[in-house]
């Protein structure tokens, strides 16, 4: 099953650009992670947030993390081409070797 | 490098032919690996969780029978789709977590399966 919604289900931007993706869960969670996929191919790991954390950054990428709202956002700044490709946040409700739920996607098209 | 290998990564056939798709942990030993599918324009579902030694664990909704998994050593995983159909068409993706807390899972970059 679902864990949750993501919004906006598609976002268009220009290069340079900021842009926040939002995803909602339902349940208790361990950590929440954010995976990135190409068109086509398999996900790449971007950042892990676990339950006792508010806020993590790498690079470009800003996470945030509501455990009262069960919701996450994930900001991408200044954003690039190639930063076009569908994000999803997934959830772990256990610490160690459990299969991750998935939200639904946020396609990110990012225009030069 | 990759973590994860999966093969092949695409695949068309004729409806009744069984296909395997196999999943290997290149990097660390995996007592789990996880198959998820997803259909166009749409999120991944999980389908089962592999077990090393033992049976895997199908979510509800998966047809053991149908999906046949082998997780014979630790680190190759295989899904078999037996007998399939145009309905089965799908992208299949394997993941492997490395043990521990808190620690991201590594994808596949996935079967793509057409069934014609």
């Known amino acids: 099953s679902q864990q949750g919604e993501e919004d906006p289900q598609a976002l268009s931007i220009q290069e340079g650009e900021n842009a926040t993706m939002n995803c909602s869960y339902k349940?208790?969670?361990?950590?929440l992670q954010w995976y990135r996929q190409n068109s086509g191919r398999g996900l790449v790991h971007l950042i892990l947030?676990?339950?006792?954390?508010r806020e993590k950054h790498s690079g470009r990428l800003r996470v945030t993390l509501d455990t009262s709202k069960k919701s996450s956002s994930l900001l991408i700044t200044a954003s690039r081409a190639a930063d076009t490709a569908s994000y999803f946040c997934?959830?772990?409700?256990?610490?160690?070797?459990?299969?991750?739920?998935f939200g639904k996607g946020t396609t990110l098209s990012v225009s030069s | 490098g990759a973590v994860v290998s999966q093969h092949p990564s695409r695949v068309i056939c004729k409806s009744g032919t069984s296909v395997k798709i196999e999943c290997r942990s290149l990097?660390?030993?995996?007592?789990?690996m996880f198959w998820y599918r997803q259909f166009p324009k749409q999120s991944l579902m999980l389908m089962a969780t592999?077990?090393?030694?033992?049976?895997?664990?199908?979510e509800q909704g998966v047809e053991k029978d149908k999906f046949l998994i082998n997780h014979a050593s630790l680190t190759l995983s295989t899904l078999t789709v037996t007998s399939a159909h145009p309905e089965d068409s799908s992208f299949y993706i394997c993941?492997?977590?490395?043990?521990?807390?808190?620690?991201?899972?590594?994808f596949g970059d996935g079967t793509r399966l057409s069934i014609l």
């Open positions: 993941s492997v977590n490395r043990q521990g807390n808190n620690q991201p899972q590594h």
């Open positions: 349940t208790s969670i361990n950590n």
């Open positions: 947030i676990r339950s006792n954390e």
């Open positions: 997934a959830t772990a409700v256990n610490q160690a070797g459990t299969a991750l739920i």
């Open positions: 990097d660390f030993q995996a007592t789990t």
């Open positions: 592999s077990n090393e030694g033992s049976k895997a664990t199908y």
